[in-house]
């Protein structure tokens, strides 16, 4: 396993800080001497103050400082997160050396951890490093490596290991299976129950409307039945009362009463009830 010289990130983040000038300069420059003397956490921090202060490609160099000195003290996770960080600077070359180291973090810590996933991490961050700058010696020697060392992970996987793995893999395929199966039974139902609200309301309006139509009918009957009754009563005689008659006589000549009393004596003599005028 080859390492690449960390040291070129420091000078290069010098540079861009003594181009800022001032408190940036400085805390890089103090850290650079720390990290020349073993120092690599009191670098950390240099690093870290200095970064606070600095932007554009300067911030980007100092995250990848603070991984060069996370990585001395073999905090690898950690490390990894700045060469991350440092991955979005412009510069290619810093991009470069971002993603080598990158793999050298995942490949430690997929050594350690015995975890073939972080190995295969550390292929994929080799390989990205061999795309920008072909010529890497050092990232092809590295990609071999780690190749070699995942094909004997998966060798040395005890079968018990493996069955589970399958086994959980399985499982988890079912649940998922299940789920599926539940989230379109669900749909389905609700599919029906929306149709049935459908049918309800169809329903309903129908026998509302039947009602209606009913009532209406109804309504014509007794309206006929009105008219009927009306004509009945406009076609029959009236009759007038007593005080009726005695006004009608009051209001004829002496002579009309005379043959008006010579005809109601005559219709009174053939009525059981008939008065003698």
């Given amino acids: 396993m080859r390492r690449k010289i960390l040291r070129t990130g ?3 983040s010098a540079l861009a800080a003594l181009a800022l000038g001032g408190n940036v300069y400085e805390r890089t420059h103090e850290g650079n001497a720390l990290w020349h003397q073993g120092k690599y ?49 412009p510069d290619p070359q810093l991009k470069e050396k971002a993603f080598y180291n990158s793999g050298n973090c995942d490949f430690r810590s997929g050594i350690s951890k015995k ?9 994929g961050n080799y390989q990205k490093a061999l795309e920008i700058n072909p ?15 995942i094909e004997l992970q998966k060798q040395n996987q ?10 959980q893999q399985d499982k988890d395929k079912q649940d998922k299976d299940k789920q ?23 329903q309903g309006q ?3 409307d ?23 009563q406009a076609g029959k005689p009236q009759e007038l009362s007593k005080e009726e008659a005695e006004r009608l006589l009051k209001s004829l000549s002496e002579q009309e009463k005379e043959q008006l009393k010579d005809s109601l004596r005559t219709e009174g003599v053939n009525s059981p009830n008939g008065k003698d005028w």
């Fill in 10 to 12: 420091l000078v290069a």
């Fill in 41 to 89: 956490q009191d670098a950390f921090s240099k690093y870290m103050e200095a970064s606070s202060q600095a932007k554009g490609p300067s911030e980007h160099l100092l995250h990848y400082d603070m991984g060069t000195a996370l990585y001395k003290q073999a905090r690898y996770d950690e490390a990894n997160k700045e060469f991350e960080q440092a991955l979005a600077a």
């Fill in 115 to 123: 975890d073939i996933e972080l190995l295969k991490k550390a292929a």
């Fill in 135 to 149: 010529n890497d010696q050092d990232a092809k020697h590295n990609l071999e490596v780690v190749r070699r060392h």
């Fill in 158 to 167: 005890p079968p018990q290991q493996q069955s589970q793995k399958n086994q």
């Fill in 180 to 202: 599926d199966k539940d989230k379109k039974d669900q749909q389905k139902q609700n599919q029906q129950g929306q149709q049935q609200q459908q049918q309800q309301a169809q």
């Fill in 206 to 208: 129908e026998k509302k």
């Fill in 210 to 232: 039947q009602d209606k139509q009913k009532q209406g009918q109804g309504q014509d009957k007794d309206k006929d039945k009105q008219q009927q009754a009306s004509q009945a």
